[in-house]
Nanobody
Framework: QVQLVESGGGLVQAGGSLRLSCAAS????????MGWYRQTPGKQRELVASITSGGATNYADFVQGRFTISRDNAKNTVYLQMNSLKPGDTAVYYC????????????????WGQGTQVTVSS
């Protein structure tokens, strides 16, 4: 079992910055990738950024160079540095981790944290 705990959310004015952290624990060996998603009421959860075990990153189009995802393997932690925040970035941000499925070959298991609220005021 994998446990993910997010932190770093809060209230910030437009143009400000926040750094989200996601600490992973449990059976985390063999993690393929970790990422950040966000969700607002009435919308589906959407990808913000992801990073593979090899360090390859992927960002949603709306990031527009404002966010940076990184990881500290020694601390089993993934970060999301968010700069130039906009009111539209207001959402609950969730960390996830993708691991191989030990039962079904070629399948994966996805774990989610509880989320951290990010609110950007105008």
């Amino acid at each position: 079992q994998v446990q993910l705990v997010e932190s770093g959310g809060g209230l910030v004015q437009a143009g400000g910055s926040l750094r989200l952290s996601c600490a992973a624990s449990g059976s985390i060996s063999g993690v393929n990738a970790m990422g950040w998603y966000r969700q607002t009421p009435g919308k589906q959860r959407e990808l913000v950024a992801s990073i593979t075990s090899g360090g390859a990153t992927n960002y949603a189009d709306f990031v527009q160079g404002r966010f940076t995802i990184s990881r500290d393997n020694a601390k089993n932690t993934v970060y999301l540095q968010m700069n130039s925040l906009k009111p539209g970035d207001t959402a609950v941000y969730y960390c996830n981790a993708v691991l191989p499925n030990p039962v079904v070959a070629s399948a994966v298991r996805i774990y989610w944290g509880q989320g951290t609220q990010v609110t950007v005021s105008s």
